[in-house]
């Protein structure tokens, strides 16, 4: 990705069956070995439009990580996936050359639609089946995006889920950091920020006429990203970021907007004090509460939903149930 480089291994065997929920929920796989490493890849690219030597080389070194893991567990399928930062960057081949001849691991540039179904199907398990329709958004280091789904209570099968539109938004925390000073963004920047962001989701709003199915109380919203995992595990007041509490938490707009804000107030310095913040994310933030805050104002759905899941779940979707998981064929 464009801010972090993560892994995941798990291992499935013919006994484990999708769950019949009707949103597709995880199936009960076990997670054998995982990867998580901030390396900002796409840094300086929204200004320069390349990858910088010294990000090639702390992702490339991180991913050689990645294939020693898979080494030594012995993987015998998998997938490797880029984002945004390559999608972007004008000398993005010859990343990929580099990472191919150095680690072995040949990364494919997924589309921003790719990228948000496979989000979609990573989440799916967390969708109300009870309502009809759901915003899912993914606010991630280069790029955010959205999806408006519509859900068929009726069913009991992956087809529950359809994708009514999706939309990708040049912003993530790591391009609006660079280009609005992530350490210090508040005030009117902050808030420029916000209106940016709502701008871009007019037309969205305006083609599907959300609000007004969220005026009848039918829709929810799942956000899938490092800025609503950490906005809960501060909701939470955890000393350490715990995964199994956040994963699922549902908050009001009420309280992530009196984080967002309390946030603003501190100092880079206090932020990065904050046990489930730390200094790699402290300037990434406050852009990834901007963000937020747009997609809040824009559809008050007034509460969300936290997925500490998303892409590389979605990828073991495909991988281990490729015919069951099927969902998003209709995405326009």
């Excluded at 007041?237 to 009420?254: E, H, K, M, P, S």
Aim: proline share 3%.
């Amino acid at each position: 990705g464009t801010n972090n480089c993560r892994m995941l291994v798990v291992r499935a065997d013919g006994s484990v069956q999708p769950a019949q929920n009707g949103a597709g929920a995880n199936p009960d796989f076990r997670v054998i070995d995982s990867f998580s490493r901030i390396t900002r890849l796409g840094e300086g690219v929204s200004a320069t439009g390349r990858l910088s030597a010294e990000a090639m080389d702390r992702t490339v070194d991180a991913l050689k990580r990645c294939a020693e893991k898979m080494d030594r567990r012995r993987v015998s399928t998998s997938r490797h996936v880029a984002t945004e930062a390559c999608r972007r960057a004008a000398n993005c081949g010859e990343f990929l050359d580099r990472v191919a001849r150095e680690t072995g691991i040949d990364l494919e540039i997924i589309t921003p639609d790719e990228e948000a179904t496979l989000a979609l199907k990573g989440c799916a398990a967390l969708l109300d089946l009870t309502l009809p329709y759901a915003v899912i958004f993914d606010i991630g280091g280069g790029s955010t995006e959205v999806l408006f789904v519509r859900i068929d209570g009726h069913r009991d099968d992956h087809r529950a889920l359809s994708v009514v539109g999706c939309i990708s938004l040049p912003m993530g925390v790591v391009t609006v950091a660079e280009d609005c000073g992530g350490g210090d963004l508040c005030g009117r920047t902050y808030q420029g920020v916000v209106e940016r962001v709502a701008k871009l989701l007019e037309p969205f709003e305006a083609e599907h006429r959300i609000g007004e199915k969220i005026a009848r109380g039918e829709v929810q919203m799942i956000g899938t990203s490092g800025t609503v995992t950490t906005l809960g595990g501060l909701h939470l007041g955890l000393n350490r970021y715990d995964r199994t509490a956040v994963d699922g938490l549902t908050i009001d707009f009420c309280s992530l907007r009196e984080k967002s804000e309390a946030l603003c107030r501190m100092t880079l310095q206090q932020r990065a004090a904050e046990p489930c913040i730390g200094w790699q994310r402290a300037d990434l933030v406050l852009g990834g509460c901007a963000i937020l805050d747009a997609i809040c104002s824009v559809w008050p759905v007034g509460k969300l939903r936290v997925a500490d899941r998303g892409l590389r779940e979605g990828l073991l979707m495909e991988m281990i149930y490729p015919a069951s998981f099927d969902v998003a064929d209709n995405l326009v």
